[in-house]
């Protein structure tokens, strides 16, 4: 990782220095992602594009991994801004609508950067960095994607009618302890949990099968794809 202090004091003129140059090395490592791919990436490359030898690199950065643990952050972080920007710019629609804002903005960023989205999710790097757990805006993506859910089932339910029963399974006690590491509401039950965690592997896996061109030589549209998938997945919700 970055050899820098994470701490609440103010920088000095080398820390910050230093930190613009990180941040250089980082989005010019992200530039040649674009180009190439993670698996090419190397020091030699990415200090050739700035200007650097590679022994000078190693001053920001203890070896290839380290960078590719920081360009995982970034990519996550990045992903998890459109995708919160977005839930944000919906607040106020209802909750269909959101989700769909939510799931079209994730899309959107993927086949803008699809080799750093493949990067995220299959790179040999990733199960060193949790998005869930070491990015917020990532976090908060999801949980906005809980809340969505959770309204969509809410507002179909019949008045009067009473609670579902309370899930004790395993699967049931772990997607409530996912849900509140997210901060979810307290009344988030399993099945809205579930549901929520199903629409993001749904898109995820609509999306990775969109960037490697698996549905150009089907005559399939990914966006109208998605449409469907989400409105599979109200319905779904909607019967609680």
């Known amino acids: ?55 000078a690199l190693y001053h920001y ?23 919160e920007s977005a839930a944000r710019q919906a607040w106020d629609r209802p909750a269909t609508e959101r989700l769909a804002a939510i799931a079209h903005a994730w899309r959107r960023w993927a086949l803008d950067h699809p080799r750093r989205y493949s990067m995220l999710f299959t790179g040999s790097r990733r199960e060193s960095v949790d998005p869930l757990e070491s990015v917020s805006t990532i976090s908060q993506s999801m949980l906005a994607l809980v809340t969505a859910i959770q309204e969509v089932a809410a507002d179909a339910v019949t008045p009067g009618a009473g609670a579902a029963a309370t899930d004790r399974s395993q699967l049931g006690h ?7 590491s997210l901060g979810a509401p307290a009344d988030a039950s399993p099945a809205s949990l579930r549901l929520a965690l199903s629409t993001w592997y749904r898109v995820h896996g609509l999306v990775s099968l969109e960037i490697v061109g698996a549905f150009d030589t089907m005559g399939l549209d990914g966006e109208r794809l998605l449409a469907a998938e989400l409105e599979g997945l109200v319905r779904e919700a909607a019967r609680g």
């Open 1 to 55: 990782m970055p050899v820098d202090d994470d701490d609440t004091r103010p920088l000095t003129r080398r820390e910050r220095l230093r930190r613009q140059t990180v941040d250089e090395i980082v989005q010019a490592a992200l530039e040649l992602v674009d180009t190439g791919g993670a698996h090419g990436l190397s020091l030699a490359s990415v200090g050739k594009a700035m200007g650097m030898t590679p022994p």
């Open 174 to 180: 772990d997607l409530s302890r996912w849900g509140a």
């Open 61 to 83: 950065f203890a070896s290839r991994e380290a960078l590719l643990d920081a360009l995982v952050l970034a990519g996550y972080t990045d992903l998890g801004t459109a995708v």
